[in-house]
């Protein structure tokens, strides 16, 4: 049944691109147009829903790469989200599509622009109307200012959207104007560089929601209140993660076009609480041992510029370290999802879906995802906390996929971006072999996971403390000494049992230990330098000062313009579909 706006809306005519006639109808929710002077089977439909048009304007105009303007009576121009499959991701390109109209007269032009501003007034009341932004000079190939200006700024014109530009000359400048200034009038906040700009903006925007409600974000058992202001990426940086899981493709127009046409994809955050009134915010990686070792050898040789991350990666794996600790984790119902799962979060998730109702569940406060006393931390859930000591090569804990084109499937390929937990990743010492395989893994389309080595929980938190006794001590210094002999191998009668027995141990409140799981130690004659005694956190590019760490997950926590990778098989489906095509033909 039609609602009463749908039919002030409709509007129906005959329309000419080119020198073809189409009959154009406008709804409530769609915008279509169908060849007339065909027969019945050959004719095209192609068919956009309102919530995806970008603008409408008077005349003959075009807007990228160069703006042009045919000031015409009778034309209309009607830019729109038109997709395409990208060789490079899974996921799909946007682009800004264009169709150019003819009618019969000015009168009715002038009708079909006004209800077509009508209905994308009606139907897309989240669009944003004006942003702050912040480019990144430096980032990447130091690109973001060209980027933004040729690339996203005409786009945001053409939408109706006032900008605030704001060039970075210093680290943390984003993040202390966002916690410092009036941010009154701003509907989100837009980062133009990489990972290390995005992660700015969301200690920046989390940090002034905490300041504004009145809560001590530096307390792990906290409960945080969700970010009013969506925060956009535009990619221009080296690695480009939290874009490339959240949006399937590296692409500024595709970024841009999310912004515009008001996409919210909700994202889970994880708390690090790494000292005294000390938290930072991660949603790709909190990682100890192998990726804490790279980032801090990486910043040695900042002068390769991108390339020290692969140059630092063989150093530190050339160097075979290892690191004794305990790791303890809450883990999260395993009825809802597993990493092991095999299942991937995309747009339309049913899993993440679910969270958000089991989320929102018995609160009282519409703002607020989690009841009072549903936090990991309240009183009753130590019992509930699982420790595992041995020693490591790797400890990582990520929020998502942590995909990227050099890693199409990411550190956790079943992670979901708003289930309100996170995935963590222990690797277990073993010979060099061995993680070299499990580093190769992640490169195609292989089981990471599927090694003796490596285990993998779903999360809700997690607590790391180094060996007691000084026992990291003296195992650092059985990392210089020279080969003994043995191969390193794997320890097979210490074999994981994966997340089954440490889940039953945890269940009784006991603690495992993994001495069977090290190897003998091994060092290269290229990078046979003291080993340190512990290593550091790369907590989303930033290296943690403190070794031990505690870290909780944030359903849904912070809002970007995104929605999430889109299957390519929609594209392929749309194509498919004539006169009778009730989805977007893209």
Not at 5 to 10: A, K
Not at 136 to 142: A, S, T, V
Not at 467 to 474: D, R, S, V
């Amino acid at each position: 049944m039609k609602t009463q706006m749908e039919t002030d809306l409709r509007l129906e005519s005959s329309l000419w691109v080119g020198n073809k006639r189409y009959l154009a109808v406008l709804t409530g929710w769609h915008l279509k147009w169908t060849e007339a002077d065909k027969k019945n089977r050959d004719k095209k439909t192609v068919s956009v829903p309102v919530a995806e048009v970008v603008g409408v304007e008077e005349g003959r105009v075009e807007v990228l790469p160069h703006k042009s303007v045919e000031d015409t009576d009778r034309d209309f121009t009607v830019f729109y989200v038109k997709r395409s499959n990208s060789r490079t991701s899974s996921g799909l390109l946007w682009r800004l599509g264009r169709t150019q109209f003819t009618c019969p007269s000015r009168v009715l032009r002038d009708q079909w622009t006004k209800h077509l501003r009508t209905a994308l007034k009606t139907h897309s009341p989240l669009r944003p109307h004006r942003l702050l932004v912040f480019i990144n000079p430096f980032g990447g190939k130091k690109k973001g200012r060209q980027i933004y200006h040729s690339l996203v700024a005409p786009v945001f014109e053409l939408a109706g959207i006032s900008s605030h530009v704001i060039v970075t000359e210093r680290a943390n400048q984003a993040r202390d104007h966002l916690l410092k200034k009036d941010l009154t009038g701003f509907d989100g906040v837009v980062c133009v560089g990489g990972d290390g700009m995005f992660s700015e903006v969301l200690q920046g925007v989390i940090g002034r929601t905490q300041q504004e409600a009145g809560l001590c974000e530096n307390d792990p058992a906290v409960t945080l209140q969700p970010c009013p202001l969506h925060i956009g990426i535009i990619p221009a940086g080296s690695t480009d993660c939290v874009c490339y899981a959240t949006v399937g493709v590296i692409d500024p127009v595709t970024s841009a076009l999310h912004v515009v046409i008001g996409d919210s994809q909700p994202l889970d955050v994880c708390s690090v609480h790494h000292g005294p009134g000390q938290v930072r915010y991660s949603v790709s990686l909190v990682g100890y041992g192998f990726y804490g070792d790279v980032l801090a050898e990486s910043e040695k040789h900042r002068w390769m510029g991108p390339f020290r991350y692969d140059y630092s990666g063989a150093v530190v794996f050339l160097s075979n370290r290892s690191y004794r600790g305990t790791v303890q984790y809450l883990p999260a119902d395993p009825l809802m999802s597993s990493p092991r799962d095999k299942t991937r979060c995309l747009s339309g998730c049913g899993v993440c879906a679910k969270s958000t109702e089991r989320l929102f569940t018995n609160s009282s406060d519409s703002g607020s995802l989690y009841s009072s006393n549903s936090g990991p931390f309240s009183n009753g859930s130590e019992d509930e906390w699982v420790s595992v000591d041995g020693r490591f090569k790797s400890v990582s804990l990520t929020c998502m996929s942590s995909s990227c084109a050099k890693s199409p499937l990411g550190l956790s390929p079943s992670a979901h971006l708003a289930d309100g937990t996170g995935d963590l990743i222990l690797v277990w010492d073993t010979n060099p072999l061995g993680f070299l395989a499990f580093l190769y893994r992640h490169t195609t389309d292989q089981d990471q996971f599927d090694l003796p080595f490596v285990e993998v929980h779903r999360v809700k938190a997690v607590r790391f403390a180094l060996a007691e006794g000084g026992e990291e001590a003296e195992d650092s210094e059985g990392l210089r000494g020279a080969v003994d002999g043995g191969d390193g191998a794997y320890v097979e009668s210490g074999s994981i049992a994966g997340s089954q027995q440490h889940l039953a141990a945890g269940a009784n409140g006991q603690t495992m230990t993994c001495e069977d799981k090290t190897t003998s130690p091994f060092t290269c004659g290229l990078c046979c330098r003291k080993a340190p005694a512990v290593s550091v956190w790369n907590c989303d590019g930033e290296i943690l000062p403190s070794p031990e760490i505690c870290c909780r997950i944030h359903g849904q926590l912070v809002r970007l313009y995104a929605r999430g990778i889109e299957d390519g098989t929609f594209l392929e489906d749309c194509t498919e579909e004539r006169e009778e095509c009730n989805r977007t033909c893209r």
